[in-house]
């Protein structure tokens, strides 16, 4: 809902909880009123009429007040908008009015000829406020220093706390939280993609705990090279601001009629804790980013545990029919079927199938497939080219590069400038090629190397390349997502180096880790719930030891009880599972199957998060509730604590599906649930039925 005051000068936009508002004083400065509680018009209003602080002449009253700061004037925070043009700098803007329409409100001003629209959109039935910026050019060049998304302003408190997800590869989405001191704290990633170093996440909080209190999460929409910046100002004011990009060097050049549209920056007020912060963001995905959320992702095999580079037809067919044999609904052929990949040195680039592994192409594999039951998918890597492939020797100048300077090459590759729309074009015929020839219908869609080099001729480094390369990947998954609608694709980069809303808005899945070792995947998955749903969050288990990692042996029950809280895959290499273990896998994959609804469109509860002893989730829809928890190592002497369960309702009885029992409502709220774990690596399903 959007109200607007008479003036056309203040606008509040709500949600179901929530409301967001802003004002425009009479000398066009746009202010920040209100993020938070449910307010109305006159509520704004008597914000909008509250005398900014005197603070003249060393703080200025519209530092941690603006909406959106831009560089120049009476400010010393960081520029959201940072612009040179011809002999000046920085922005003094006039305001020209606002529209809406479509759900979205638009507040435009002019500086000379550069137009500076802000976008403001509340989905339907959620908190979050979609936040973004488009910047037209009539005038001569502009440069782009920085143009970020928004700028979000927190009402006053005492102590800021933050909470963050970073990592490394195989670590990531590890959670953190500390207080905020004066001065900035900066997240981001200058390595082309999203990283494994940090998510663009950010929560903050006072006094929240997991259930209760207030927490205000921003999430940034974009696959590239990114920053947040969170600032407590010297008056404890407190501004998130973030956007495309790292550093300041120049985003892009805007050349007579050219505009710039960032990416999505969303924010979120909830006073539901971080569990509802995190239940509120995954509802918005799943409804308003995630193409087709409503329909379950299928439990796939994949083969590159089992076979990295070393495969052939006939070990796929075999692995196949042990899949479909287990229950298995798609099967996934990873790295190794295309070109001369026997190794990471060669092939990447030529995406045909190698005629020594698949001498009839890929079709007679996906038809044997479709023929058990499974659906067929491929791994690709198209961004990507090995010195050692036919692409690389027909059009070497087609992959990022600096002229005269060195080609970085890690992983043996190199990155492919897809901001050429050459190389784009060629990418398009291969993918399109790939998925009419042979019955696909999956693609697991990995990015195996940050950029090093990021220039072509002719425009040297830094330029537009970091933005467009991004830009080109969204153009070519939207343009095979729309020729091939039936083909579900998986954003990876090398496990989770690429999870952000804005590749969740084309892709249908994420691979979350190349960990997966299960103990480990427990402080991954806590990390990757706090902002997406397990709807996207692929987890496979995998053979004991962990074989890629750390060796850890566990139990095929711990392996899949940790893989279940996501989207279930496996990993293994079944061709040397016993029968025993293919029969219990088989259970398991039916109890998964059981409970996917709740996992997939459920409401997650974290009961407990994994720090060493018990943990668990615990996924509510409608009638049914399902509990995951595992117990890492229990201690002699101390007993398994019971599990106070959430959204249940007291007045009613629950039937436990595994036992029978009948639960009250009200003792499983208040005095928990009992799961009889014990040892180490233990781990268990209890399902439960309002009666
Ligand atoms: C990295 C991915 O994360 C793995 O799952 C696998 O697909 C390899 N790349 C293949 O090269």
Partial sequence: MLEISEDGRTWVLS??????????????????????????????????VRPLPDYWPFESPLDGREEYPVEGGPRFVRPALSVRTAGRRGTEWRFEGHDAGDGELRLRFRDGDLAVTLHYRMPSATDVVERWVTLDNRGPDAELLRADSATWTLPDRDAWRLSQLHGRWGAESRLTRSGLTHGEKVIGSRRGHTSHQHLPWVALDTDATEER??????????????????????????????????????????????????????????????????????????????????RDRPVLFNSWEATEFDISEEQQRALAERAAAMGVELFVVDDGWFGARTSDRAGLGDWTPNPDRFPGGLKPLADHVHGLGMQFGIWVEPEMVNADSDLYRAHPDWVQYQPGRKRTEFRNQLVLNLARDDVREYLWGQLHGLLADAPVDYVKWDFNRCFTDAGWPDDPYPQRLWVDHVRGLYALLDRLRAAHPGVAF??????????????????????????????????IQHGFSQIHPARVMAAWVTDSPNVMLNQRASSLRFRFVSAMAGVLGVGGDLTRWTGE??????????????????????????????????????????????????????????????????????????????????????????HGLRVGLRGDLDATVVRLKRK
């Fill in 15 to 48: 949600g179901p909880a929530s409301s967001y508002a802003v004002h425009v004083t009479d000398r066009d400065e746009l202010l920040h009123l209100h993020w938070g509680p449910r307010i109305g018009l006159a509520d704004a209003e008597a914000l909008a």
């Fill in 490 to 523: 998986e954003s990876c980069s090398g496990g989770g180096g690429r999870i952000d809303l804005g590749v969740l808005s084309r892709t249908d899945q994420v691979w979350t880790s190349d960990n997966t070792d299960p103990l480990d995947r427990l402080a």
């Fill in 213 to 294: 209190g207030e927490v205000y999460g921003c999430a940034l929409g974009w696959s590239g090279s990114w920053r947040i910046a969170v600032a407590q100002l010297p008056d404890e004011r407190v501004q998130i601001t973030g956007g495309a990009g790292y550093d300041e060097s120049g985003l892009l050049t805007l050349g007579t009629g050219e505009s710039y549209t960032t990416p999505v920056f969303a924010g979120l007020w909830s006073e539901g804790g971080f569990g509802g912060a995190s239940r509120a963001w995954h509802a918005y995905q799943r409804a308003h980013v995630i193409p087709d959320a409503g």
């Fill in 581 to 670: 273990e293919l029969a219990e896998a088989r259970e398991w994959v039916e109890l998964y199957k059981e409970i996917r609804p709740m996992v997939q469109r459920g409401d997650q509860y974290r009961l407990r998060p994994p720090q060493g002893g018990l943990s668990a989730v615990q996924y509510v829809l409608g009638d049914e509730t399902v509990v995951l928890a595992w117990l890492q190592a229990q201690r002699y002497g101390e007993p398994v604590p019971a599990l106070r369960l959430c959204a249940l309702d007291p007045a009613a009885s629950y039937e436990c599906l595994e036992t029978g029992e009948i639960h009250r409502g009200a003792v499983l709220l208040h």
